[in-house]
């Protein structure tokens, strides 16, 4: 077959996926995913075993010890009597991790040559304990020791993607999507939840800054994670109400801990073409000799971009600059960690014009047209309408370990959150104090404080309690009004066991919150005079889990839990132009708190040339909260706007989410990632709307041969399909869903060796055929197509002894 042919089947097997349904679809997938299993049972390639028994330091054989080999992501879990394998090795010297809760993490540099090697490895108990068996599991293979689906991206994938938004960083992993305003916001979605229902935690803290607004994307450095761990369904237990959908873990650099080595930090910069986006980050750290157990690192990044372009045009007025700093000062002695961290966010960004219209009949005009009316040159000019936004965080964690194995650990964390929106309607006073006013301006002040206390190994059970509390208090500034001023008190109380024999693994854990929220909204909508509400929240959550290892490289786990949350003060009470959507929104002040009850199961396998981690899941919700828009626009002083409603109901949400990778030889690799969910109205038997539609990436990695001063060159190709959104309800909203489309992405990269330096370059270009294109989860579908062709180069060096 010909090279023509060959890409003529390649698109036209595309096409018959994409015209298949659903469920011919998950068929196919689970055919492929058995293949892939089968497969690894006819491996025949030639290489070396690493083998031996884990044992604790009375010599009693250590069941469940994860065996991890970092330099080849590979590892192993030793069995009931304690042996663990690593088979296919090529010659070579490896570093090898033993790790196990509870137990002294061990490390040993094992040479593999012509012959099998056998390493026996005898752990020592560890009075330092971790967060909890996910957090333990982290720095080995997170992915194998908990019972609930978790996506990671390490610091290296990290690093090739970095710059862009958190949506855009995690929409490769299997399950997530984001939830689009522009070019320049976006936000992750988990299995089709977003916003108040996926918590994100910051650097321990979970982050509080209005993340109730669609477009109010997490005020996040994209430069300042080293790992970014996604857990994916009910997580209520840990952290709180709210958590319905999931938690995402950002978790900065350790600080250094060995004064004897010199300055150390990265620089990184990158540049797109697209929007002419140039983004740089410099970070340095030291541990002191002259303060014994004192370190500290600086961090601060820039970020500025002009307007985006689709293919045909440039995307007016979405334009953003972005300025960040933090530091970080921690200090070890004995049993006693103390960790303190300030950062600082900062961010002017521009929305696009077109989605504020006039009068009623140039919104319908806008939206049948489908493309700008008028579409200004390329600029890096930020003008009306626009968001200004800055958040500070401080947080102070302390940790003691007691020498019984026991450990507490206490955290402070104060958040300011000031964001401000202009839109596009000018003042009858001309004057800079005048177009400098916002039409509306939030303030939300937030405190935190978490203790936790996990008890010595008792037999086989390992454990946590906790409490956490939290004030908040929101103002309006003088113009404009959305949500009303409001303070709230949350409080909470916490359990979770875990119960580890041989290869088997049980979970339970049962929370206690309540919620007391003061609010002073107006009367009659968004006139009349303002009156006191005040609303009280009490409730439970619980989560049963297991995990299995059934074999050497298969392990199966599974989670059924409950969690709730009350609605949120946008949700009862919002009453106006959302000017960062170009949306009215009305919010419903008799709706209660949303019940969440959800079952999931996953399967895992981490073979020598095969990985795979495929989740099922099902969530059913006792009144889920949900936007509709109305059919009929509002028109205002400021505009005519699309409206959109407060509702709640019974709902369903089910799907299926995976990647399977094979290691076709030494130099290629190919991978499948696989999203699908469905969200039902269980009272109008008709689908939710703003669910994401099937998605699928078909990726190919060429590992190349180092030549020159070019170390590990590889070579990456991404296929990502995603289907038009066809469950959706009827005569409900202002344009049908958009078409699918397929993207192809390319990218390459290496370390070049500059003398002791090795600096990492990543060249890539983003929708290669600049395809022509809208997703359904873009809020200004109505009127834009979402941006074209960027070729994008990422670059970072290290300093000192980085």
Known sequence: MDRVSAVRVAIRGITLWLDMSPTSRLLLLRVVFALVATATSFSTVRSQTLWGVTRSTDGTSLPGVNVFIPGLQRGAVSDSDGRYEISHLEPGTYRVQFSFVGFRTQIREVTVGEADVKVDARLEEDPIWTDEVLVETKKTDALTLDSRSVSVLESRRLDEVRGQTLGETLEHLPGLATLQTGPSISKPIVRGLHSQRVLVLNAGVAQEGQQWGGEHAPEIDPFAPVRIEVVKGVAG????AGAIGGVIRLEPLELPDDPSRPFSGTFAGNAFSNNYQGAASLYLQHASSRLPGVSWRVQGSLRRAGDARAPDYAITNSAFEEQNAAVTLGYRKAGLDLMGHVSHFGTELGIFSGAHIGNRDDLLR????????????????????KQRISHELATLRGTYSFDSGAKLTTQYGFQYNHRQEFDAHRPYNDSLAALNRPAFELTLASHSIESTFHHRPVGNLLGVVGISGMAQTNRNGRTGFLIPNFRAFTGGIFARETWLRNEVQLDVGTRLDYRWVRAWPRENGASGDFVRRVNSYVNVSGVVGGLWHFSDSWSIGGNLGSSWRPPSVNELYNYGVHHGTAQFEIGDPDLSSERSTGIDATLRHSGTSTRLEASVYATYFDGFIYLFPDPEPRVTIRGTFPTFFYAQSDARLTGFDASAEVDLSRLFTTGVVVSVVRGDNLETNEPLVQMPADRLRLVGHVNIPSFGIARDPHFEAEWVLTARQTRYPANADYADPPAGYRLLNLSIAADLQAGNTPIHLHASVQNALNVTYRDY???????????????????????GAS
């Open 237 to 240: 237990v840990e952290y709180g």
């Open 366 to 385: 806008a939206i049948e047209r489908g493309e700008p009316l008028v579409t200004p040159d390329f600029s890096f000019d930020i003008d009306a309408p």
């Open 777 to 799: 989860l873009s809020r200004f579908r109505y009127f834009v197509d979402d941006p074209g062709r960027s070729f994008v180069l990422r670059m970072s060096v290290p300093i």
